[in-house]
T-cell receptor, first 115, second 110 residues
Framework: EPEVTQTPSHQVTQMGQEVILRCVPI?????FYWYRQILGQKVEFLVS????????KSEIFDDQFSVERPDGSNFTLKIRSTKLEDSAMYFC?????????????FGPGTRLTVT | GIQVEQSPPDLILQEGANSTLRCNFS?????LQWFHQNPWGQLINLFY???GTKQNGRLSATTVATERYSLLYISSSQTTDSGVYFC????????????FGTGTKLQVIP
């Protein structure tokens, strides 16, 4: 079965540093998403991406965040200057179509620890 | 906005016991997913179940879309079933971001 993969599984960084989290969505999918889960809390939507541009974003997704699909396979989330409160699990997801009833496939996540 | 509520919030089971987790949602759904988050935080896709019943080994799920709920059944639980179980559903419009429930934290003890 096709799957979404994410690297690294765990990233430790110092406050103020830039981090890039990487995702490889399922190959024929067109819609891409990032979600975040702060420890002990719900998984929250960050951003959706389609046709090489952001299609929707939450209020969490401020100017410190950016997303990119640099080539035909990777989908990245960049945090420019990390803060302690950015420590969380980050999940990537992809979907093949927007028709009603299509499944969104999630990757296993990257744990980001900001010290 | 979309509301997704899960019950119970916490559950402790003896190994070998069965359990039922419930997910209620506030409006009509065209897709519903169940996930297991293991103790390392990884999210594992369990079921995509907008309606009807599916089974995968000791796990099965049923969604009754007209009554706005879904159930996840775990039979003969094992310690490896421990973790948090989330249900989630997509918005029906826009780019269909997923809204997650608050989760059920399951601990299976030997």
């Amino acid at each position: 079965e096709p799957e979404v993969t994410q690297t690294p599984s765990h990233q430790v960084t110092q406050m103020g540093q830039e981090v890039i989290l990487r995702c490889v969505p399922i190959s024929n999918h067109l819609y891409f998403y990032w979600y975040r889960q702060i420890l002990g809390q719900k998984v929250e939507f960050l951003v959706s991406f389609y046709n090489n541009e952001i299609s929707e974003k939450s209020e969490i997704f401020d100017d410190q965040f950016s997303v990119e699909r640099p080539d035909g396979s990777n989908f990245t989330l960049k945090i420019r200057s990390t803060k302690l409160e950015d420590s969380a699990m980050y999940f990537c997801a992809s979907r093949g179509a927007l028709r009603a009833g299509s499944e969104q496939y999630f990757g296993p996540g990257t744990r980001l620890t900001v010290t | 906005g979309i509301q997704v509520e899960q019950s119970p919030p916490d559950l402790i089971l003896q190994e070998g016991a069965n359990s039922t987790l419930r997910c209620n949602f506030s409006d009509s759904v065209n897709n519903l997913q169940w996930f297991h988050q293991n103790p390392w935080g990884q999210l594992i896709n369990l079921f995509y179940i907008p309606s009807g019943t599916k089974q995968n080994g000791r796990l099965s799920a049923t969604t009754v879309a007209t009554e706005r709920y879904s159930l996840l059944y775990i039979s003969s639980s094992q310690t490896t079933d421990s973790g948090v179980y989330f249900c989630a559903r997509s918005a029906s419009g826009g780019y269909q971001k997923v809204t997650f429930g608050t989760g059920t934290k399951l601990q299976v003890i030997p």
